[in-house]
């Protein structure tokens, strides 16, 4: 998420991340000022997704980049390809930029990719909760038609770590 300004929309994009099985988000406040966020529209998802705060989108990319993810940003330019282009069963990570300017230039000029959420009515965008679950729903359509959920990705001592941390919370 890049500067997302309703406190509401960041909680609902944190109860789809968990309902989807999504452990960390990347959060770039370098323009809004960090929401605080509502326990009641996040229904409690705010005590099991992990949130990492950066002031800086390079910085960001570059951490996501080091663990191996191509990142996409949703946008509304020209040379976008459409949601159902992006292959998700490989490490992929979503930006989704303010309600009202959208991703910033400097998030456009560094993602592999910029993509758009095809619609066929009379408006050309969704608010960013919404559009967070549509997308993150189709990567799970993805993963779950290529089997990716059929084994744990984290062996017994990895779940065993993360319970004991959730346990505690």
Same mark, same amino acid.
């Given at each position: ?9 960041? #909680?609902?994009? *944190?109860?789809?991340? %968990?309902?989807?099985?999504? @452990?960390? !988000?990347? +959060? ?51 040379? #976008?390809?459409? *949601?159902?282009?992006? %292959?998700?069963?490989?490490? @992929?990570? !979503?930006? +989704? ?43 799970q359509r993805q993963r779950l038609i290529s ?23």
């Open positions: 998420m890049e500067n997302i300004h309703d406190p509401h929309n960041v #909680s609902a994009i *944190l109860r789809t991340c %968990d309902a989807v099985g999504i @452990a960390k !988000v990347s +959060l770039v406040y370098n323009v809004e000022k960090f929401p605080k966020l509502n326990r009641t529209s996040s229904a409690s998802a705010i005590k099991w997704v992990e949130r990492e705060r950066y002031r800086d989108v390079k910085e960001c990319f570059d951490n996501l980049h080091n663990e191996g993810f191509k990142i996409y940003a949703s946008s509304l330019a020209e040379h #976008s390809i459409s *949601l159902y282009d992006i %292959d998700f069963t490989q490490k @992929a990570a !979503v930006v +989704l930029g303010n309600e009202h300017r959208g991703i910033s230039e400097e998030a456009a000029q560094s993602a592999d990719g910029l993509f758009f959420i095809p619609m066929h009515g009379m408006v050309q965008s969704l608010n960013v909760s919404v559009a967070n679950a549509v997308i993150l729903y189709e990567a089997g990716m959920y059929d084994k744990p990705e984290l062996n017994e001592e990895e779940i065993d770590k993360f319970i004991d941390e959730w346990c505690k919370k």
